[in-house]
């Protein structure tokens, strides 16, 4: 049996639509935005699990804390929202920044996210290797050799991170929204070469365009921001948010950016071969003037048309000094044969 791959979505690459806080704390509107993701067709809805007082020190922090507390969702609603997930066929996942939620929320998820926030935070990292599921680490505020780092430290806790289909490592810029100068997509192609895992794309663009490229690029995993609109909206993480319109469109640009991309391979193709455009697209060698039998052929008596039919144009010295065994009328395909 063909092992499953973590990394493969119904389109191609994993996607993931981030709720994120964008319900702001409203739990019908949560409701909302999660039905509208999972009608756009992605393959997971992710949300953020935290409390105030779990994540931001009130005292150095205090607007941040106060954020926080506001947008939080309580275990009841989550668990709620995650069985609404997988009612739909589609995956739940939360970045999980209290590892108190973990064990509560964990039967309900299939992936393990780590924020770009929590590269760093060994010990909150060694509990989610330890339980083993395919974690999605993002990698926004940090260099390659604390990347480097935070893997070798993730596989010491659990050896199966090795292993590229259980630890994926996103290209992310942890601005709001990330100017066009610093999303780095030629980075996907970096942690490729110096990670050796799977690679994918965290985005907080405005607008999809860095979506399109990033999957051009190679990502196979791809997490954006989702909203219902952009409109009226006052918190950061909608302006940086697809609609489910946008998302639809992306879906549909993928699906076609994959059959554009196509084979490694360079062969003439089905329709190159069945449109017979091999031999009327390239050149054969035809005689400019009457060549009588017996004549030398030069250089001179020959030009090269289309198509490609006779002495292919590529075998012209081949046929230079041969005695023509049959008359040749002008523009008449050359045989060999008779040359």
């Not at 601005?175 to 030629?186: A, F, G, Q, S, V």
Request: charged share 30%; net charge positive.
């Amino acid at each position: 049996m063909k092992k499953r791959n973590n990394w493969t979505g119904k389109h191609g690459p994993l996607l993931i639509a981030e709720v994120g806080g964008n319900h702001e704390g409203d739990f019908d509107y949560a409701k909302k935005l999660i039905m509208l993701a999972i009608k756009s067709g992605v393959d997971i809805v992710k949300l953020q699990l935290y409390t105030g007082s779990s994540l931001v020190s009130p005292v150095e922090l205090r607007d941040r804390f106060n954020h926080f507390k506001k947008f939080q969702l309580s275990k009841k609603q989550h668990i709620y929202l995650a069985n609404m997930c997988k009612s739909h066929k589609v995956k739940y996942l939360a970045s999980v920044w209290d590892l108190d939620m973990l064990d509560w929320i964990d039967k309900y998820l299939d992936y393990y996210k780590i924020g770009s926030g929590d590269l760093t935070a060994y010990p909150i990292i060694k509990e989610f290797a330890l339980r083993g599921k395919p974690i999605i680490l993002s990698t926004g505020l940090s260099n390659i050799s604390e990347i480097k780092k935070t893997i070798k430290f993730i596989q010491k806790q659990n050896p199966k991170y090795k292993n590229k289909n259980n630890l994926a490592v996103l290209q992310c810029t942890s601005t709001y929204p990330t100017k066009d100068n610093e999303i780095n997509l030629n980075c996907i192609e970096t942690l490729k070469k110096e990670t050796k895992m799977t690679v994918g794309y965290s985005d907080h663009s405005l607008g999809d365009l860095a979506l399109r490229a990033a999957y051009v690029k190679g990502a196979e995993v791809m997490e954006f921001h989702f909203t219902d609109t952009r409109k009226n909206k006052k918190f950061r993480d909608h302006k940086i948010s697809l609609t489910s319109n946008e998302t639809v469109n992306l879906i549909n640009d993928i699906t076609r950016l994959a059959t554009l991309m196509g084979s490694r391979s360079k062969r003439p193709t089905v329709n190159e071969i069945k449109s017979n455009h091999i031999k009327s697209f390239r050149r054969g060698i035809y005689p400019n003037k009457l060549l009588e039998k017996g004549h030398i052929i030069k250089l001179d008596d020959l030009v090269f048309l289309r198509p490609n039919l006779g002495v292919d144009a590529r075998d012209y010295k081949k046929i230079i000094g041969k005695k023509i065994k049959k008359k040749i009328k002008p523009f008449e395909k050359i045989l060999m044969k008779n040359a």
